[in-house]
């Protein structure tokens, strides 16, 4: 009698998932000691290092098909530094993430996915971890930041749902209502951004670029008056040099030209600095208005054209575009700060609790 | 032979045996005489009559000398002026009887059925009677406005001011007894003070499956404004100078190579412009960046290097519109070629604040498509479903402008996109006509037919003068 094959086969599998679950360990402990690594490296200051390192895990890991061991690396080491040192120092480890990511979409877009899971892990240990409304107010931020990351990478609807995030944490947090509304215009959803903006204003009254895209988005969803309103005081406070004041005027003029008031228009177009003047769009739309009303000499557009394309600052409607900036930017530096208070204590806990292993 | 018959042959035989003997007695002249006197003279030459002392009255004169040459006509002449009639009797007599009236005979000479008229009627009849006419009445619509009583029968009315038709009726009234009736129809319109012609001319492609149908002939086409068809009255072919705005947009998908390629294609299609032509460039991305003056050369295009790939913005509309308008100024055919992906992000103006230019302006639109790879796109300024509706707008003002839109798979077709373009319109045909428009109203929608089977007709009005 011969003995039973499956047995044969049995101990043939057990074998090679034992051999597996072995050099399983051993990849773990390699991606351990390279991720401990690249933390103390960012929180000794070698940020460029940590963060070119740690997007060549995640793009080999993306390169390989999926997730690799450094990505199973990334919790342990943020819960053990959350728990030691409290969740503050979670700040320095989302940063290095942040960066990462983005380095990856500047160098690898396609691959840069393999670096969003392991921040967005960070991300919601902290948030889990948060108590205080200060903590709070850190992820939220947090989110927002990474947020910017994504839009700038036109993940967009993703974007979104995180800065959503990040005012669900937050509602204070003028840069995420800037970005949902921001995000929101882009997808056609003017009413979600009429109610962002209205809630930054209530935080911050003066903000003039949300006062321009909440005028903008009440005439898009038929407030008409409202907007018209929120247009001519941004008009009327004087600054005629910057963009937005040369936007205000551009959609002022808009709205006066689709009602016939053409001349109320042409006076709205000629209080633009000289600065703003060589703008295509102004030089067209002045044309236009010029012809609506039966006038208007076809050699002033073509000077204004020929004067137009030796600039090279960029159009105010072109700045319109730009993903969030002002409030994003001094998020950014606040972060960037808290993440600077935190990364010596980060470096002494890594260099005593959780020394690199040596390689075997 | 029918008895009746019979009876009429024996006695005009009667009466030319009889009438022998009067013409060889020549006698004195008859007009002025009591008819009873010459009738009996008629007697006594052996012509039987019978009449009665009622129907031939003393005081009846002869009014007229007799011309004729027979007895039969001579009897008429005398008779017919005091409505009788000689008719045949019994065993060769004649009898003297009254003359049955018969109806007048009316017809219009002017005006003719549906004739237009203005607010003065000219009328003119013809009146077929036996007996002498006493008077014709002219009514119009029911009223009497003239009363005529010997030929020709012809007279002008005055018709009050009103449009519609009028009712143009003539009563002619036999000194007989006899009447005739006749009416017509005539359509009064009110002429305004002033008529404005304008000479209105076509700029028409022809094309058979998607190429250009040449030597056409003016009788081949037919040009119907308003459903009403205009003759042609200047014909030429598209030897017409052009005036040529060529659009580049440089932003996003047409850097680096592709723009090399576009600036060489657009630079190509001024070179191969005439004498008499003028082209210009205008480029731009998110803002303008270069803008030649008319009668530009390939040369001053290679002044304009293409710009680095900064912007993925693009203003289209904008320098759509600055392109037409730009054109206005030109005199020759004005023309645009557009190269572009048709994808506007920041323009100020909205493609139908253009497709309102195209419609005030003569320029035909020719756009070069490049492919698109990001049809569906949302900005702050549009959102994805405005973005849609631009670019279906764009497409509407270039059928508008009576152009095309000539589709690349790959920018290296650019080159013979441009040739295309001006095979085209070197085989355009200059078609002028007479529009009755008065200057303030709106052109008339017009078409032109081709007699030609399968034959694709696009056109664009060129040029508007008085």
């Not at chain 2, 992000?345 to 320029?363: G, H, I, Y």
């Amino acid at each position: 009698m011969s003995p039973p094959r499956t047995s044969t086969t049995a101990g043939l599998v057990l074998c090679l998932l034992a051999l597996g679950t072995v050099a399983d360990a051993a990849a773990r402990r390699e991606a351990r000691r390279e991720y401990l690594e690249i933390l103390s490296l960012w929180a000794q200051g070698s940020r460029d290092l940590a963060v070119e390192r740690l997007a060549e895990a995640f793009i080999g890991s993306e390169a390989a098909g999926g997730t690799m061991a450094i990505d199973r690396a990334v919790r342990p080491a943020a819960r053990r530094l959350a728990r030691n040192l409290g969740t503050g120092a979670l700040v320095s480890v989302a940063l290095l993430h942040e960066e990462a990511y983005a380095r990856c979409v500047r160098e690898q877009p396609r691959r840069a996915a393999g670096a969003l899971r392991p921040a967005l892990e960070v991300l919601s240990i902290f948030e889990a971890e948060a108590k205080t409304a200060d903590e709070r107010a850190v992820v939220s931020a947090l989110l927002t930041s990474l947020a910017g990351r994504m839009a700038e990478a036109h993940v967009e609807r993703s974007s979104l749902e995180l800065v959503r995030s990040a005012v669900r944490v937050d509602p204070t947090n003028r840069a995420a209502l800037f970005a949902v509304a921001s995000s929101s215009e882009r997808f056609g959803d003017h009413a979600a951004a009429v109610r962002s903006l209205q809630a930054l204003l209530r935080l911050d009254p003066d903000h003039r670029e949300s006062r321009l895209r909440l005028a903008l988005n009440l005439i898009r969803i038929g407030k008409e008056d409202e907007g018209l309103d929120e247009l001519r005081r941004l008009v009327a406070e004087g600054d005629r040099s910057d963009w937005i004041a040369a936007v205000a005027r551009q959609e002022l003029a808009r709205v006066l030209i689709d009602r016939d008031e053409i001349a109320r228009a042409r006076d709205v177009l000629a209080e633009i600095s000289d600065r703003r003047r060589r703008d295509p769009s102004l030089a067209v739309q002045t044309a236009f208005a010029e012809e609506r009303a039966g006038g208007g000499e076809v050699e002033d557009l073509f000077t204004s054209l020929s004067l137009s394309a030796a600039r090279t600052e960029a159009p105010s409607r072109t700045l319109y575009l730009r993903p969030p900036n002002d409030l994003l930017e001094e998020l950014r530096r606040d972060l960037v700060r808290r993440g600077q208070e935190w990364s010596p204590r980060v470096d002494r806990f890594l260099r005593h609790h959780e020394p690199v292993p040596s390689r075997r | 032979m029918t008895p009746g018959r019979l009876t009429g042959i024996i006695a005009a035989v009667v009466i030319v045996l009889v009438a022998a003997p009067s013409e060889a007695a020549a006698g004195p002249p008859y007009e002025g005489r009591p008819l009873r006197e010459v009738l009996a003279e008629l007697e006594e030459g052996g012509l039987a009559l019978v009449y009665s002392s009622d129907l031939v009255r003393p005081e009846m004169r002869v009014r007229e000398e007799p011309a004729a040459g027979s007895i039969q006509d001579m009897l008429d002449e005398l008779l017919r002026p005091h409505r009788l009639a000689p008719a045949i009797g019994p065993r060769g007599r004649i009898l003297i009887v009254r003359m049955e009236a018969r109806p007048i005979e009316v017809r219009f000479g002017r005006p003719a059925p549906g004739e237009l008229v203005t607010n003065r009627l000219d009328v003119l009849l013809e009146v077929e009677a036996e007996e002498p006419v006493d008077r014709v009445r002219i009514l119009v619509d029911g009223r009497q406005e003239a009363v005529l009583t010997r030929p020709p029968f012809q007279t002008s009315v005055d018709l009050p001011a009103g449009e519609g038709v009028r009712e143009v009726t003539a009563h002619v009234e036999g000194g007989w007894g006899g009447q005739g009736r006749a009416s017509v129809g005539a359509r009064q319109y009110q002429v305004a003070d002033s008529v404005d012609l304008v000479l209105r001319q076509l700029f028409v492609t022809v094309q058979r499956s998607g190429r250009p149908l040449r030597g056409l002939t003016e009788e081949e086409f037919e040009i119907v404004e308003d459903g009403a068809r205009r003759q042609i009255v200047t014909f030429g072919n598209g030897e017409e100078p052009l005036s040529a705005a060529v659009l580049l947009d440089l932003s996003g998908s047409m850097s680096g190579a592709r723009c090399d390629l576009a600036l060489a294609a657009a630079g190509a299609f001024l070179s191969r412009l005439s004498d008499a032509d003028r082209g210009m460039v205008l480029a731009f991305s998110d803002r303008t960046l270069a803008v030649t003056p008319f009668r530009s050369s390939r040369e001053d295009l290679a002044a304009h290097p293409c710009p680095s790939p900064h912007a993925s913005s693009t203003v289209l509309n904008d320098h759509l519109y600055a392109g037409l308008r730009l054109l206005d100024e030109e005199t020759a055919r004005r023309v645009v070629v557009l190269i572009t992906d048709g994808a506007d992000v920041s323009s100020v103006l909205d493609m139908s604040d253009v497709l309102w230019k195209v419609e005030q302006s003569t320029a035909t639109i020719y756009w070069i498509r490049v492919r698109d790879e990001g049809a569906r796109f949302g900005s702050a300024w549009r959102g994805v479903e405005d973005n849609r509706r631009q670019r279906e707008l764009l497409e509407r003002a270039v059928e508008l402008s009576g152009g095309s839109i000539v589709r690349l798979d790959d920018t290296s077709q650019i080159a013979s996109a441009f040739d295309e373009i001006l095979d085209d319109l070197r085989s355009q045909y200059v078609l002028g006509y007479y529009s009755d428009e008065v200057s303030s109203g709106r052109p008339g929608k017009m078409r032109v037919f081709v007699d030609r089977p399968l034959a694709d007709v696009r056109l664009r009005e060129a040029s508007r003068g008085d």
